[in-house]
Every structure is written in structure tokens, then in C-alpha cells.
């Protein structure tokens, strides 16, 4: 289950990322996952549990952004959001699309936190 091990990387991060923003406590984190990420939500947040577990992290939540998967079609001169992987063409112009511009995201947008006094 790479999920644990994804999920310890979101918490070691996090934690030095609250460490240094000298957070009290952790409320939530915020992290993007592209639809191509290769990413099973549920798998995540439940080894997100069991690797905040006896951290600052412990009880915090885990808000999973999903990402749409959106390629530049070199005709329209635009981007587009496509529903998956498997027809990489423009839904307008039915151009062949090979160049992905989001889906593939894995990382934390932002924490939730609690700021210690003083
Ligand atoms: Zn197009």
C-alpha cells in the first residue's frame, strides 16, 4: 500500500512546515491530488491516521483537493479539462493532446493551524 508511505512524507512535511511557523497545533491539512496521481483518497486518510499517530499531527484532518486533468490543446490555444486519461484529445477540436498541465499533483497547499501564545 504506497498510501503509508505517501501519507508519512505528508506528515513529516507538515510538521516542518508547523515547526516552523511555530504552530501550537496542526487543525487540518490541505493537500492536491491530480486525478493522475495514482492516489486512492480513502487508502490516504486512513494511513494518514496511522502515520500522524504520536505526532503534533495526531487528530488533525486530512482535506483531500482533487485536481481535474487538464491538457493544452495546441489548435484552440487553450487548456482543457478532460474527464481521464484514456482519450487525450481536445473535446472541442479532437487534436491530439500530449501536453498534461495538471492531474499529476501530490503536494500540500496549505495547513490549518492553531498559533502557540508568544
Ligand atoms: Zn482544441
Redesign the pocket.
Known amino acids: 500500500m504506497h498510501e503509508l508511505s505517501l501519507a508519512h512524507g505528508i506528515v513529516e512535511q507538515s510538521l516542518a512546515t508547523a515547526e516552523r511557523l511555530r504552530a501550537a497545533r496542526v487543525v487540518a491539512v490541505q493537500l492536491r491530488v491530480g486525478r493522475l496521481a495514482g492516489v486512492e483518497a480513502g487508502a490516504l486518510l486512513f494511513s494518514y491516521d496511522i502515520a500522524s499517530q504520536g505526532t503534533a499531527l495526531e487528530g488533525s484532518r486530512l482535506d483531500i483537493i482533487e485536481v481535474p486533468l487538464v491538457v493544452w490543446?495546441a489548435?484552440?490555444l487553450?487548456e482543457?479539462e478532460l474527464p481521464g486519461i484514456q482519450r487525450l484529445r481536445?473535446?472541442?477540436?479532437?487534436?491530439l493532446?500530449g501536453e498534461i498541465r495538471h492531474g499529476r499533483e501530490l503536494e500540500i497547499a496549505s495547513l490549518e493551524i492553531e498559533e502557540s501564545d508568544g
Do not use: A, E
Request: overall charge neutral; charged content about 15%.
Open positions: 490543446c489548435h484552440c487553450k482543457v481536445c473535446p472541442t477540436c479532437d487534436t493532446c
